[in-house]
């Protein structure tokens, strides 16, 4: 009743109160004397709820009792309503906190999508020339700092403008693939290998003795040679001329500074070594170690 009519409803006596019928609720309980019941509101005059107040004795609440609840069930409203509008605003908030973790996520792909874009060959998927630039100066310093050895690989695919011009360049492009696949499974993560522009590519094998360098080149060239890429009909062979250069105390002086020694020195002694290679008739791997001697 208190609900319907949005007002409180006030029975002094549940025995005589012909709004109540005195009866069991089931549980052998009778009903309390005194009742008070009291609709609560929130927000614009939303009924929320019945406050229901009782006292065992008949005419137990006075005016003083009703004015209190009147400004209880106020404050009660009040509080339901604030509860509302936090609950309201953490959804709001969590929404939004969400959708700015979204967004931090996909600036964050599209961050790592240019940046992938900038150091990393379309066709083969490897890295390219300014990722090597990147991270080759550091394994440089390692050698001076750690005296690590590091040994780089310039490797030159032989006769592939025959290929390009025989065959296609869709042919090339796979050949190119092919090579570059084969070379990932041949090195360490620790290990750089790029891309370095048009049939070259480039391996920097870290804390690698000469020695050990010179048996990676030799396996590589190998594994290149044995290919038979089915993409033509004979199946296409294709071969790899390689230049090595090494930084080891064994073959090259440590007490030399790094402004003696840039990457770009390490490259041209690797491609001084790979031309060599391509004289001495291709398919083969020629060491660089001291400036004056190939």
Not at 62 to 72: D, F, Q, V
Not at 107 to 127: A, C, M, P, W
Request: include cysteine.
């Amino acid at each position: 009743m208190a609900a319907q009519t949005r007002a409180l409803q006030h029975c002094h006596n549940s025995q005589t109160d012909e709004r109540l019928k005195q009866e069991n609720d089931g549980t052998g309980q009778k009903l309390p004397g005194s009742i008070i019941s009291v609709p609560v509101f929130a927000g614009n005059l939303e009924l929320v709820g019945v406050l229901n107040v009782s006292h065992p004795e008949p005419y137990f609440f006075t005016e003083w009792h009703i004015r209190l609840l009147e400004i209880y069930k106020n404050i009660l409203g009040q509080l339901i309503s604030n509860f509302r509008l936090f609950q309201k605003m953490d959804a709001e908030i969590a929404a939004r906190t969400a959708k700015l973790q979204q967004s931090y996520e996909d600036v964050k792909r599209l961050k790592e999508h240019y940046q992938n874009i900038s150091v990393k060959d379309d066709l083969t998927g490897l890295f390219n020339r300014r990722h090597f630039y990147n991270h080759a100066s550091v394994v440089l310093a390692r050698f001076y700092r750690y005296h690590e050895p590091m040994c780089i690989l310039l490797l030159d695919l032989d006769h592939f403008k025959k290929i390009n011009d025989t065959y296609g360049h869709a042919v090339g492009d796979d050949v190119l693939v092919t090579v570059a696949d084969t070379l990932k499974k041949e090195v360490r993560e620790c290990d750089i290998l790029v891309r370095f522009g048009g049939e070259e590519f480039v391996i920097i094998f870290t804390n690698t003795s000469c020695d050990n360098g010179i048996h990676f080149a030799t396996r590589i060239r190998k594994k290149i040679a044995e290919l038979k890429l089915d993409i033509t009909n004979p199946p296409l062979s294709v071969t790899v001329s390689i230049g090595l250069f090494c930084l080891d105390s064994t073959c090259y002086s440590t007490d030399k500074t790094e402004s003696e020694m840039s990457i770009d020195n390490v490259v041209h002694y690797a491609d001084t070594a790979l031309y060599q290679a391509k004289k001495q008739g291709r398919n083969c791997v020629v060491r660089y170690c001291q400036p004056d001697n190939v």
